[in-house]
Every structure is written in C-alpha cells, then in structure tokens.
C-alpha cells in the first residue's frame, strides 16, 4: 500500500497503514497463555484494564517479555463513566504492572481507544517503533504516576 503524506507530513486517516496493534481486555481469566497467543506478532498492545488500571498479577512476567522485546505495553481504563483514564497507581497490582513495563496512560479511558489506536499508527508511520513509540504516546496522553 503507498503512504501519501499531505504537506504537514502528517497522515491522513485514509492513508494511515494498518498497524498491528493488539487490544486486549484484562478479565480475571485471562491467563498469560492466552494474553501471548492474543499478542502474537503485534508491534504494540493495549491492555484495557479494570475501572482503577488494574489488570491480574499472573501478566506480569509476560507483559515484561513482551516489553523487553521492544514491544511497548499501554494501559487504559475501561471506566466509561469518567473522562479521564487512570489517574494514579495506588494498589500493589498496578505497581505490579507498571514495573513489568507497562504503561497506564492518564488522559484516555475505553471512550478514546481509537484516538489511542490513531496516534500509534501516526506514529509507526513516522517511524517510530519500541521505547521511541512507548514516549511518543505517553507524551500525547499522559502517563499515571504512583
């Protein structure tokens, strides 16, 4: 597929690429067999945790494999009621993940998940990929703090 870029160098919707970007929602039975089969071959992931950002203790260690293998790892509140995502990382399980690698973003919930998928293709599409993409979206939408 040929890219065409406008004169901002910026993609438009119509010329975005599909990016393989992996969505996953955190159920307490998603087990780290089936969080790895759902993300295989995904160049990003974006975990849709419970209302507070929390997702099971169990996804830990693949979450850091995935990590570690440039893959970056975002999370979003699946809290609809709120305009905001997640805003701290308070409960052990959350500074779990947050260690594992992954990021909770601040300023988006489950209502903004396609403004989420946009910015990483905008963004794969500029060439960025792993640790440089992971700071481009945490730039554009916030990271939670503990």
Known sequence: MEL???????PTPET??????????????????????????AESIIITSFANGTVPNR????????VDSGIPVFLISNNSGDNHGI???KYQVQVDIAQAGAIAL?????N????VIR??????????????LER???ERFGVATS
């Not at 065409?4 to 910026?10: M, R, T, V």
């Not at 990016?19 to 071959?41: D, I, R, S």
């Not at 996804?59 to 995935?66: H, Q, T």
């Not at 601040?106 to 489950?110: E, G, L, P, R």
């Open 4 to 10: 065409k870029l406008q004169n901002s160098k910026k």
């Open 16 to 41: 975005l690429p599909l990016v393989k970007c992996a969505v996953v929602k955190a159920e307490p039975t998603l087990t780290p067999e089936l969080f790895q089969h759902f993300t295989h071959g």
């Open 59 to 66: 996804l830990s260690a693949v979450i850091k494999l995935k």
């Open 87 to 89: 805003e701290r990382l």
């Open 106 to 110: 601040k300023k988006v919930n489950i």
């Open 112 to 115: 903004n998940i396609e403004s």
């Open 119 to 132: 910015a990483i293709q905008e963004e794969t599409v500029l060439g960025k990929k792993g640790s440089d």
């Open 136 to 138: 481009a979206i945490s």
